[in-house]
């Protein structure tokens, strides 16, 4: 079983910027898509960005200009540069790999992002 492993989550003040990573356990090849979601409290786990491997980059509209994803390799798999924070990003940031074929996605435990105002 593969872990993702997400760092790089803290607090912030607002305008601020945060780097997140995502690594995982052992390489994986193969990726269909890689991305990060985020989940603020009583809220649902939403998509914040991800890469649709030689096809789209997507991004929520609340944080288009703002965040850039990228794609690393089979073990570093994938960063989130976010900038000119807002309160409202304030959540846990999960990391998420979905490998080509009939493997289910594979999930980090996620990392605290906290902007204050």
């Known amino acids: 079983q593969v872990q993702l492993v997400e760092s790089g989550g803290g607090p912030v003040q607002a305008g601020g910027s945060l780097r997140l990573s995502c690594v995982a356990s052992?390489?994986?090849?193969?990726?269909?898509?890689m991305g990060w979601y985020r989940q603020a409290p009583g809220k649902q786990r939403e998509l914040v960005a991800e890469?649709?491997?030689?096809?789209?980059?997507n991004y929520a509209d609340s944080v288009k200009g703002r965040f850039t994803v990228s794609g690393g390799n089979a073990k570093n798999i994938t960063t989130l540069q976010m900038n000119s924070l807002k309160p409202e990003d304030t959540a846990v940031y999960y990391c998420?790999?979905?490998?080509?074929?009939?493997?289910?996605?594979?999930w980090g435990q996620g990392t605290q992002v906290t902007v204050s105002s």
């Open positions: 998420k790999v979905k490998p080509r074929g009939l493997l289910p996605p594979y």
């Open positions: 052992r390489s994986i090849f193969s990726i269909n898509t």
């Open positions: 890469i649709i491997t030689g096809r789209s980059t």
